[in-house]
């Protein structure tokens, strides 16, 4: 085992750590205000913990396999736990990428203005964000079902030739119908949901210029530089859409170089895990900043620290 492998190894157990703490301490936030507060729980705050859970999923099942290789352990995963982990990995990371959509969407009809053509689609998508949970999980089951069928445990460490190359994993020889049509159905669902996300998230980026716009036409300039709460989580989905399309895009070129590479390099799969996992990492100190859930518990949690008595020596 190199140096670069254990300091590699060092990074994406601090991913790990700071990713799935980051993720489930929010999680447990939401949950414990959707128990105990339930009267105070807003319609977009299952789709925050759906994508909480999601990211952890994502991390846990990218990063455990790729630390294990970087320390040096051989045999980690035989064929069912191959297809096991990449199968759960993928489905993962699809379900994250179709919820964040979800929550571009969501937010941009919420912030329409009342007489916009949008407001009619509120309160069906009130209705339809528990059954939209369910699609995103069967439909990404449905497309990585590929991953069973064509991944085995590695058998050659010197590998040549197109083909998705793990430290444990590798792809069968299948079919050139087969894999071209996994490839086709993975491109028109990332198309569909990441175009809408970007869609969505330009017509937010126009209803806040054209809002600060007005604010600087009618209030003063002190006034207008106040925010309301749902443009404060507008910027703040915004950020996170920017940072899932920035690390989304950087990953598709790790992978599609690593995957068309003549020669594998075990090293460039981990790098590519490492890209995948940097947004859900991010995502919950993005969605921290302005949370209302968040700044409720410091706010209740410091009113509770006693206060010490200040006594001045004369």
Known sequence: MFPGDTIFGIFLISQLCIGVLGNSLLFMLYAYSFLVKPHQKKHIDPIVMHL??????????????????????????????????LFLCRVTRGVSICTTSLLSVFQAITVSPSNSKWVGLKFK?????????????????????????????????TLVGPGF?????????????????????????????????????????????????????ILSPHVSSQSSPEHKATRTILLLV??????????????FYSFHAHHKFPRSEGL??????????????????????????????????????VTFDV
């Open 242 to 255: 920017g940072c899932f399309v920035f690390f989304y895009f950087s990953n598709n070129c790790v992978t």
């Open 52 to 85: 909480l859970l999601a990211n952890v999923l994502t991390i846990m099942f990218t990063l455990i396999p790729d630390i294990a290789s970087s320390l040096g352990v051989r045999r980690f995963l035989n064929e069912v736990g191959c297809q096991t982990v």
């Open 165 to 217: 190359a793990h430290a444990y994993c590798q792809t069968r020889q299948f079919g050139k119908h087969n894999s071209s049509s996994f490839f086709i159905v993975l491109l028109v669902r990332d198309l569909v949901f990441v175009l809408l996300m970007i869609c969505t998230s330009l017509y937010m980026v126009k209803l806040l210029y054209r809002h600060r716009r007005r604010a600087q036409h």
């Open 272 to 309: 590519s895990g490492a890209l995948s996992c940097c947004y859900p990492t991010i995502c919950p100190f993005l969605l921290m900043k302005s949370n209302r859930i968040v700044s409720q518990f410091t706010t209740s949690f410091s009113m509770k620290l006693p206060v010490s008595p």
């Open 125 to 157: 998508l009130y209705l339809w964000t528990r059954p939209s949970f369910l699609f995103f999980w069967v439909l990404n089951m449905l497309i990585y079902i590929h991953v069973i069928e064509s991944i085995t445990a590695i058998r050659n460490f």
